[in-house]
């Protein structure tokens, strides 16, 4: 087995292990049994290294051993061992070494190497580049969230809204959204509404059925299902994407009222035709105009 330690090459190793675990800090709660974790990643690797060092070359190899460990800095390793980890540099944090007795130029070694890791930069650079993240991040939330804000002041202008930035869609709630599209129902047509239904159920099927409850418990989806039947659009083609089986009763309650509305209105229209026929009759002329020819 063959271990290197930046140029230091060992081969009489004999045995190689690793100690590998994660830093738990355990919080206790009141009155509640068992306990809570916190994950504050993994400690460093530590690899144990025992072998031999033989023959002329014994002494020069212990003295690059102990000139390593002084100077304290990060070496590459490779080992089988380690294989898979992220393991790439190690100090020498500990070096013991003996003589076997009864050989001549024989000594035995054990090696404790830790993980080192490197700095990722000045911390002043470092902070510059968070704090632009964070500035970055900041910016795009307001200019989503003054988005959205514009569509709840005027909710015909969603589609066009997502259209440009989807992100939008993630700073309305479908309660919100709702309550918004309730409020402003006369300026809305079923066409309108149809748009924006469309819209939603693309980027977020959940979000339509949700804002269908929504305007449902804002009592204001009743009028679009009849701005739908006057206006002979398919409530169904709407809400492409969404399951809706998982909508459950609801969307199938809506199916079964938006097509009463439209038998409805078929009657009516009906109705109002026959009246106007019926208007327009008077069996009394008839009448007379028989007793007319008779006489």
């Known amino acids: 087995m063959t271990v290197r330690i930046g140029q230091i090459e060992l081969n009489g190793v004999q045995n190689v292990y690793t100690e590998e675990s994660r830093a738990l800090v355990e919080q206790h ?60 540099e190690v100090l020498i944090e500990d070096l013991q070494v003996r003589q076997v007795a009864g050989y001549p130029d024989r000594y035995r070694y054990t090696l404790r190497l830790r993980e080192y890791k490197r700095s990722p930069g000045p911390a002043a650079a470092l902070q510059l580049q968070i704090d632009g993240h964070v500035a970055a991040d900041a910016d795009a939330w307001g200019s989503d969230s003054l988005a959205a804000a514009g569509v709840l002041l005027d909710p015909a202008s969603l589609p066009t809204a997502l259209l440009q930035n989807p992100k939008v869609l993630d700073h309305l709630s479908a309660t919100d959204l709702g309550k918004s599209i309730a409020v402003n129902a006369k300026q809305l047509s079923g066409a309108n509404f149809s748009g924006m239904l469309q819209t939603v159920s693309r980027l977020d099927p959940g979000k339509a059925v949700g804002l269908i409850q929504a305007l449902r ?3 204001g989806l009743a009028g679009f ?7 002979g659009l398919d409530f169904v ?59």
Not at 225 to 231: G, H, P, R, T, V
Not at 284 to 295: E, N, T
Request: proline share 5%.
């Open 29 to 88: 709660a009141p009155r509640q049994d068992g306990s809570i974790f916190q994950d504050l990643g993994r400690d460093p690797v530590t690899v144990l290294v025992d072998g031999l060092l033989l023959g002329a070359a014994a002494l020069p190899g212990l003295e690059q051993l102990r000139a390593a460990q002084l100077a304290a800095e990060p070496l590459p390793f490779a080992a089988d061992v380690v294989i898979g980890s992220e393991l790439t």
């Open 217 to 219: 418990d804002e009592e």
């Open 225 to 231: 299902l009849e701005k739908y039947a006057d206006e």
């Open 237 to 295: 083609s709407d809400l492409t994407g969404v399951d809706l089986r998982r909508a459950g009763p609801l969307v199938e309650a809506l199916v079964d009222g938006l097509e009463f509305l439209k038998r409805a209105q078929d009657v009516a229209e009906r109705a109002g035709k026959l009246i106007g026929q019926v208007s327009g009759f008077d069996p009394l002329a008839d009448i007379q105009s028989l007793f007319g020819q008779k006489r």
